[in-house]
Structures are given as structure tokens and as C-alpha cells.
């Protein structure tokens, strides 16, 4: 089992964003994401796959924040593992912002071929994908919050 931690920082409070969140993940029960891999002759290997989400349980995070479990894997198999994590809401120090904190795990394929495609590209594919579903999630909670009427009022005040 492999770690991998990854983080975004998102331009909108925090007051709302665990409702965008669930939002999102509710209607996106199969995200398509895309990953490219910078390769050492400077080429890019990209890859696309559908992958399945479920959410899990929310708990209380290390940091104080609320969490929210979540795991995915590839709807039809290919070099996307399957992953289990968590999506951690964190206060910033701007108090405008939050942060996306995403931590977990996952399993590289059995046997010998476990080691070279890891060192390969597994652990790659797995931070890059990680940094696909935060942007994905950053899109949603700014998205919403713009259209839910609270941005405007921010943006009001401040012009």
C-alpha cells in the first residue's frame, strides 16, 4: 500500500463548501478523468479513463476540519488503481479561502510487476489523478458559490 497526500487551495470560504462537495459528488457518480505523464524525451503519455466514485462516512479530520471518506476505481480497468482516501475542508489563513486536503492510499498490481510499474508510472498516475479530482472539486465549490448569490454579495461590497 502507497501514500499519497495532495492539496489546493480554493478562493472561497469554507461556510458552504462541504454542501458543494457532497453536490458534486453526487452528481458525478463516474468521473472521466484525464492524466498526461511528462515521459524523458519530453513526449506526454495521456490517459483517460472513467472511474467510479462512492462516498463514504464523514468524520473529523486530524487538523480539526470535517472529512469526508471517498474511494475510486476504473470502470473498466486499465492503469488507474483503485484508491480509498480522504477529502479533508480545512480553514486557510486568509479567511476567504479553504484548503482541499486529499489523503490515502492505494495498491499497486501483485507480484514482480508491482515494483517496476509503480517506480514506472503507478505512483505518477495516482498524484496526478489525486490533482485532477481536487481541481474538479475546486471548479464545483467556486462554481456554486458564485451561482448560489454569496459571491455576489462579496463582490458588492468589495467594488
Given at each position: 500500500m502507497h501514500q499519497i497526500r495532495a492539496e489546493l487551495s480554493v478562493g472561497r470560504p469554507p461556510l458552504e463548501a462541504r454542501r458543494h462537495l457532497d453536490a458534486f459528488f453526487k452528481a458525478h457518480p463516474i468521473i472521466a478523468l484525464h492524466v498526461e505523464l511528462a515521459a524523458q524525451d519530453d513526449s506526454t503519455l495521456a490517459i483517460e479513463r472513467d472511474v467510479k466514485v462512492r462516498l463514504g462516512l464523514r468524520e473529523r479530520g486530524q487538523n480539526g476540519g470535517e472529512c469526508?471518506?471517498?474511494?475510486?476505481?476504473?470502470?473498466?480497468?486499465?492503469?488507474?488503481?483503485?484508491?480509498?482516501?480522504?477529502?479533508?475542508?480545512?480553514?486557510?489563513?486568509?479567511?476567504?479561502?479553504?484548503?482541499?486536503?486529499?489523503?490515502?492510499?492505494?495498491?499497486?498490481?501483485?507480484?514482480?510487476?508491482?515494483?517496476?510499474?509503480?517506480?514506472?508510472?503507478?505512483?505518477?498516475?495516482?498524484?496526478?489523478?489525486?490533482?485532477?479530482?481536487?481541481?474538479?472539486?475546486?471548479?464545483?465549490?467556486?462554481?456554486?458559490?458564485?451561482?448560489?448569490?454569496?459571491?455576489?454579495?462579496?463582490?458588492?461590497?468589495?467594488?
Amino acid at each position: 500500500m502507497h501514500q499519497i497526500r495532495a492539496e489546493l487551495s480554493v478562493g472561497r470560504p469554507p461556510l458552504e463548501a462541504r454542501r458543494h462537495l457532497d453536490a458534486f459528488f453526487k452528481a458525478h457518480p463516474i468521473i472521466a478523468l484525464h492524466v498526461e505523464l511528462a515521459a524523458q524525451d519530453d513526449s506526454t503519455l495521456a490517459i483517460e479513463r472513467d472511474v467510479k466514485v462512492r462516498l463514504g462516512l464523514r468524520e473529523r479530520g486530524q487538523n480539526g476540519g470535517e472529512c469526508t471518506r471517498v474511494a475510486w476505481g476504473p470502470c473498466e480497468g486499465g492503469p488507474f488503481l483503485p484508491f480509498e482516501a480522504t477529502v479533508e475542508i480545512r480553514s486557510d489563513e486568509d479567511p476567504r479561502a479553504l484548503r482541499l486536503v486529499l489523503s490515502g492510499s492505494y495498491v499497486p498490481p501483485d507480484g514482480i510487476a508491482r515494483t517496476a510499474f509503480d517506480f514506472i508510472v503507478g505512483r505518477r498516475i495516482a498524484m496526478a489523478t489525486a490533482r485532477e479530482l481536487l481541481l474538479r472539486m475546486r471548479t464545483e465549490i467556486e462554481g456554486a458559490y458564485l451561482e448560489s448569490g454569496s459571491g455576489k454579495a462579496l463582490r458588492g461590497a468589495a467594488g
